[in-house]
């Protein structure tokens, strides 16, 4: 599977936000009138002036709300370490992981060896969990009934069909142990919500080449979809260096000038 970016909701208008609340920071301005001459060409001066000299709360006021699919767990363990943002995810204790989905990372994909080694594990976590899940399951059910029949899949079945409000429960209770086993390639769903102030930072970090394949793609993604929606807002996000020296030092992927042609700014 490959990640699948959504930009569901953001604030209306919120090149307009922002320049309302920069105007209120530097003009005389009352609430009433705070729309008043601000004209295409006027809130982007606002934006341009408020990134050049590193204002950055108005751009706080402006919210996106993604809706992001097909990413593994292992990005998502990135995405939220981006605090300043609300997240949403799909729960491995709710959503039955017997089939799972998983992400191959490229440079897999083209081993042949590698390839065949990572889908047979993948194999074994699937049929392990539904060893696992059945098993607490079974287990679950006789200590509610009594029943001392050895065999899990008849004790589930008769269960199942005498009493499925709390079968299902007792399915959900086995999910919250037997997802142990899924590995950071299952995949999984989260919606998130960021100001336009945080995405900055997070395209800067994200973006670079020194980020992961897999959440670089997510950022390239998002930011692709905010420039449509708000291009002066967004278009000094990037990675760092697009605006400067590599912040990596060392560790610079060394393809700056690279870089800089792929965001069109040689």
Known sequence: MSAKV???????????????AA????????????????????????????????H????????????????????????????????????????????????????IAKNEKALAAYNKVIEMQSKAYSEVRD?????????????????????????????????NAFVKKANEDARFILPNASTTKIVCTFNARSLENFFAHRCCNRAQWEIRDVAEQMLKQCLEVAPHLFKNCGPACLFGACPEGKMSCGKMKEVRKKYGRE
């Open 56 to 107: 950055g709360s108005p751009f706080e006021h402006a919210s996106f709300t993604f809706g992001i699919e097909g990413i593994s767990r292992a990005c998502s363990h990135q995405l939220v370490r981006h605090r300043i943002a609300s997240y949403s995810q799909q729960s491995q204790r709710y959503v039955d992981g017997t089939k799972f989905d998983f992400v191959t990372p490229p440079e």
């Open 23 to 54: 105007k209120l920071c530097y003009s005389p301005s009352e609430i009433s009138n705070i729309r008043d001459g601000l004209t295409e060409e006027k809130t982007a001066d606002f934006i341009d002036m408020l990134s050049n000299i590193g």
């Open 6 to 20: 959504t930009l569901l909701t953001y604030t209306p208008n919120p090149e307009m936000t922002v320049a309302m």
């Open 135 to 167: 098993a607490l399951v079974a287990g679950y059910i006789r200590e509610a009934t009594g029943n001392c029949d050895d065999n899990d899949e008849e004790v589930i079945e008769n269960y199942r069909n005498e009493n499925k409000a709390k079968f």
